[in-house]
């Protein structure tokens, strides 16, 4: 059958490869680029924020403060991109998903067709095997490849994501760093979902916050949330309860003993549980178990009860306390794979908060120590295993603080400057990364901090040495080098070094930070501190014993000049604007209604997460600027609140306010005993009139 094409209708644009590997790119940084949102139904859309392509059918949709649910089916669709002349072709993307519920894979899918004519709905897709490992309770981005079906090689086709939004509920979805690329994908199980055992995996095998590697899988309600230093369960949120059953599951762990060591398997882990309340079924609600055959679907799998009895935490706080040591069932031991799920579950009329951290299984006794040889300091250097050449539970020896200096994912490598292994540094496009050492008490003095960096990708890497003071247990403010070493390739070990004086005995965290630009993996080796005046204090290294508390409250700090994860704008009035807070890489998060020499009446909340205030109370720090009050009083424009967990707002007074009248920068405090024990939210509130649109500039927020 002939077609006559019709002159007033433009060919699909195709990309057609450069030349090299890569046919078509798209990074999303800064705009959605050459892809289009479009929607089979709902009125959802697609839209570029935090470096990333983004999704969502929760949010504050009508401007009146809070956030609902609108459903949707909407996809991301790439432009037409041209597989002629290419043999074998992947897809590679990081992607990230948080706050889903028990539907992550029929609610996230990748898609292709070669038979795409602008309407979703009707072309024919093939759907391709995206793993949802590692998903869905974070925003934690995870990198894949998708190998391409050769059915599609020498075809014109699009990609597109699919996302599914629920009128009862939806998820977050971000993806970023999308490339077709010829050739053939990495190796993946046949299972994406289900990790096969590694070396990392045998025993003994570690987890301090449950969440690289882990699973969530939720059958009803809330999804566990994974965080940095531990893993949360609760059905409660914005003063209602929510029917919850949510698993959480480990990567496949061997449980073969080690050669010699005869003594059992165990499990050990910390947790706190708190609001434990009439209906609570506390030992059912709070379940350990393990399996040989889990698979993906927690209702399939024959999974053992490993007799964990909760109890209430003894406290009205949020100490972890250890859990007692559960053995392992003889059924259980010498097995290539075996899964380990915390399985949490509420009822409608309450819901207790269970978090959990430090998860082990391992062999009892003296048999499995800690600790491989442990390394010490060696002639001039001051600080022992520089060469990152012993390693105990996947991590350096001495290279995790107990302080919050320590902040990014680190991984062996046998990549070395010297010797066999040099440790790769995680980047992260969202936020600065971290790799600290322990803390060490120096004389008064002048020291070298040297180390070499290299690329751990084709991508080139930067690296930012310094140092933080400790005092308590918590860090104070951290002293970098004035610039940053950039452009470190993989062709070759770059050096490193950062001088600097301490003018009295200080406790200290020497770090090496991998920023959020370019925000990739770098690998560092052969570290070394010296001096001529100096040296360590006397007892030499500390212990690593934890000063200060061993949860979460050593402190948060951000700094919205370069991060504002985890916080969110809610736009009141926004006035006919298009926005009143924006972020600037200079001034921080910036908020003003003055636009077009017009002074404009608007309302936006700018808003934290959730954060628990520890039972002796905390401390807020802000550095602010306050310009064109003109006279007004403050506190009709501008002030810091609390969100309480009712949704109630109370102002929290600050020790000072910026004059109103220029830009100078001050440094304000603000106690926040009085909410001791509870959960809140911090929000900057700014609101303008037609007559006076002050500027408030925020650069940077600590708790502690």
């Not at 095998?205 to 309600?221: A, I």
């Not at 882990?269 to 079924?281: N, P």
């Not at 491989?372 to 020896?397: H, K, M, R, Y």
């Not at 934890?546 to 700094?559: A, L, R, S, V």
Request: charged share 20%.
């Amino acid at each position: 059958m002939a077609s006559v094409a019709c002159e007033d209708v433009p060919a699909p644009y195709v990309i057609h490869s450069e030349g090299g590997s890569t046919i078509f790119n798209e990074s999303f940084a800064s705009s959605l680029g050459k892809f289009n949102s479009k929607s089979a139904s709902g009125a959802l859309s697609w839209y570029s924020d935090f470096s990333s392509a983004v999704v969502t059918g929760y949010k504050d949709f009508d401007g009146d403060g809070k956030k609902e649910n609108r459903e949707g089916e909407t996809y991301l669709v790439s432009p037409f991109i041209s597989l002629e002349k290419v043999d074998s072709a992947f897809i590679s993307f990081s992607q990230a998903i948080n706050y889903e519920k028990s539907t992550i894979k029929e609610d996230h899918k990748l898609l292709v067709s070669a038979e795409y004519a602008n309407n979703v709905s009707t072309a024919t897709w093939a759907e391709l095997p995206m793993s949802t490992n590692g998903l869905g309770g974070s925003f934690t981005f995870v990198d894949q490849e998708v190998q391409i079906p050769n059915e599609f090689m020498g075809k014109t086709i699009v990609v597109a994501f699919k996302h599914i939004a629920h009128d009862s509920y939806s998820s977050t979805w971000e993806v970023k760093n999308f490339k077709v690329v010829k050739g053939t994908a990495n190796a993946t199980n046949d299972d994406p979902d289900i990790p096969y055992p590694t070396e990392e995996n045998t025993l003994p095998y570690t987890s301090n916050s449950l969440k690289d590697g882990f699973t969530v899988v939720t059958e009803k309600g809330t999804a566990w949330s994974l965080g940095n230093t531990y893993a949360k369960a609760t059905g409660y949120a914005n003063n209602t309860t929510t029917p919850t059953v949510s698993w959480l599951i480990s990567p496949a762990v061997n449980t073969t003993k080690a050669d010699g060591n005869d003594e059992a398997v165990v499990v050990d882990f910390d947790y706190v549980l708190r609001y434990v309340g009439a209906g609570t079924d506390l030992a059912g609600y709070h379940k350990l178990y393990a399996s040989t055959d889990f698979a993906g679907d927690v209702t399939k799998a024959t999974w053992t009860d490993l007799g964990f009895v909760a109890e209430e935490s003894a406290t009205k706080d949020w100490t972890f306390y250890a859990a007692p040591t559960i053995t392992l069932p003889d059924a259980l031991v010498g097995k290539e794979k075996v899964y380990f799920a915390f399985r949490f579950e509420c009822n409608a009329q309450n819901s207790t908060t269970w978090e959990l951290k430090n998860f082990k299984v391992h062999q009892a006794g003296k048999g499995t120590p800690d600790n491989p040889d442990v390394p010490e300091p060696t002639g001039d250097n001051l600080i022992a295993n520089g060469n990152f050449e012993s390693w105990s539970n996947g991590a350096p020896v001495y290279w995790q603080s107990t302080t919050s200096a320590s902040s990014a994912t680190l991984s062996q490598s046998n990549e070395a400057h010297s010797g066999s292994y040099s440790v790769k540094v995680s980047g992260d496009a969202k936020a600065n990364k971290r790799l600290a050492y322990k803390e060490i008490t120096l004389k008064a003095g002048t020291y070298n901090f040297k180390f070499y960096a290299k690329a751990a990708t084709s991508s080139a890497a930067s690296v930012r040495p310094g140092y933080v003071p400790v005092t308590g247990g918590k860090v104070g403010s951290y002293a970098y080098a004035e610039g940053y070493v950039n452009n470190i390739t993989n062709g070759e070990w770059v050096e490193v070094n950062h001088s600097f004086t301490l003018a009295s005995e200080t406790k200290i965290n020497l770090v090496v930070m991998n920023p959020k630009s370019p925000g990739v993996d770098v690998l560092i080796d052969d570290a070394e501190l010296t001096t001529s005046d100096g040296g360590l204090a006397t007892g030499g290294d500390d212990s690593g014993e934890n000063e200060g508390d061993d949860n979460d409250e050593d402190g948060y700090t951000i700094d919205f000049t370069s991060s504002t994860e985890g916080w969110n704008i809610n736009d009141i009035d926004l006035g006919g604007l298009n926005y009143v807070w924006k972020q600037d890489k200079t001034y921080g998060m910036k908020a003003s209604a003055y636009f077009n020499k017009t002074n404009n009446a608007a309302e936006s909340d700018f808003v934290s997460p959730e954060f628990t205030i520890p039972a002796n109370g905390a401390t807020l720090t802000m550095n602010h600027a306050l310009n064109f009050l003109n006279g007004n009083n403050r506190a009709d424009f501008v002030s810091v609140q609390a969100v309480l967990a009712s949704g109630a707002k109370e102002e929290i007074e600050l020790s000072a306010w910026p004059a109103g009248k220029d830009y100078t920068y001050i440094d304000a405090s603000a106690s926040l005993a009085k909410y001791a024990g509870q959960t809140i939210k911090i929000s900057f509130h700014y609101k303008s009139t037609s007559s006076c649109a002050p500027t408030w500039e925020v650069k940077t927020l600590r708790i502690y």
